[in-house]
């Protein structure tokens, strides 16, 4: 009788895949000047060396029980997460396509592959558990690349920092199967180091232009913001006016969502947290994404704690 058991070899490479996508350090020792090609290739080789071959048509999803289950395919976050990996994929292989530098080019195309694997991984959830979506808009090239993939860059930062806390949370209270943590946590990580990925792009690139040009694109990172904010409060019903949904809310309404019972002062200490446990693994000399967790780490310092009875 055949042993479907998986083997030990097989084991120890999924391991080590998972510890190389969370632990790297640059091989280059001393200081990394911000905006040198040392910083481009750093930065770039942290998302290349750090890549998990997994395969998103053979993950073995687990039986839920009927509970959970039943949890997991009412929540109202699968049309949203789906489609804003379609849009983060589309926007990234198009930047991708007019980047000129070979290294640069590589990664983003690394970027906007594992994008798109995000997406097959959200399709093979639901189709598994046969959670029923909205039918899928269009993904067009974005008419302006480096904006669209500004736009994405930036709601990856907000979404991905809260994405870590509601995830923990979710797995404290049992919300989510640990089976199914431990098959989704991959996914999660990913997220972690295209948004480090991205910093360090945005630091970089702004070297690089001539000083003149620099204030311009700083107009260009508050508009970004700007439009964020916007989407983020006018938005908050979740669809454009097309009916499509937005990124607005990818994780607006995730504790309510997730029936997390905890103040949401808790909530964003965990976030932060969280954050810091997931970025620890990198080199020290790549910049972290600062803007969320400083005002997350604010609102935490004067928000109000739960009562102890």
């Known amino acids: 009788m055949a042993d479907d058991s998986p083997r030990l070899e097989e084991i120890d490479a999924v391991t080590a895949a998972d510890h190389a996508m969370r632990n790297w350090r640059f091989a280059t020792p001393g200081k990394v000047p911000?905006?040198?090609?040392?910083?481009?290739?750093m930065f770039c080789r942290q998302l290349l060396d750090t890549h998990n071959p997994y395969k998103p048509a053979v993950i073995d999803w687990p039986k839920l029980a009927p509970d959970a289950l039943k949890r997991i395919t009412s929540l109202p976050i699968w049309d949203i997460a789906v489609q804003t990996e379609g849009r983060a994929g589309i926007r990234a292989r198009t930047y991708a396509a007019n980047a000129t530098d070979p290294l640069l080019k590589q990664a983003?195309?690394?970027?906007?592959?594992?994008?798109?694997?995000?997406?097959?991984?959200?399709?093979?959830?639901?189709?598994?558990?046969?959670?029923?979506?909205?039918?899928e808009?269009?993904?067009?090239a974005p008419k302006y690349p480096e904006w669209a993939w500004m736009v994405t860059g930036y709601s990856e930062c907000i979404d991905s920092f809260f994405a870590f806390g509601l995830f923990e949370a979710a797995?404290?209270?049992?919300?989510?199967?640990?089976?199914?943590?431990?098959?989704?946590?991959?996914?999660?990580?990913?997220?972690?180091?295209?948004?480090?990925?991205?910093?360090?792009?945005v630091a970089w690139q702004r070297r690089q232009l001539a000083w003149w040009k620099r204030p311009w694109f700083r107009l260009k990172i508050m508009a970004v913001w700007a439009f964020l904010i916007y989407e983020r409060i006018g938005l908050a019903r979740g669809l454009n006016n097309k009916g499509e949904m937005q990124d607005a809310n990818f994780s607006y309404n995730g504790r309510e969502d997730l029936g997390i019972d905890m103040t949401v002062r808790?909530?964003?200490?965990?976030?932060?947290?969280?954050?810091?446990?997931?970025?620890?693994?990198?080199?020290?000399?790549?910049?972290?994404?600062?803007?969320?967790?400083?005002?997350?780490?604010?609102?935490?310092?004067?928000?109000?704690k739960r009562s102890r009875k």
């Open 34 to 41: 911000i905006g040198s090609d040392a910083h481009k290739r």
């Open 108 to 135: 983003l195309e690394m970027d906007a592959a594992e994008e798109a694997r995000h997406k097959v991984v959200l399709s093979r959830l639901v189709e598994v558990y046969g959670i029923q979506l909205a039918p």
């Open 137 to 140: 808009p269009d993904y067009p």
């Open 171 to 201: 797995k404290r209270t049992g919300y989510f199967p640990p089976a199914l943590v431990e098959t989704f946590e991959p996914v999660i990580q990913e997220e972690c180091r295209h948004i480090l990925f991205f910093a360090n792009w």
């Open 266 to 304: 808790d909530l964003l200490q965990i976030c932060l947290d969280e954050n810091d446990r997931r970025m620890a693994g990198y080199d020290l000399r790549l910049l972290r994404p600062t803007f969320v967790p400083f005002f997350t780490g604010i609102a935490c310092r004067f928000g109000r």
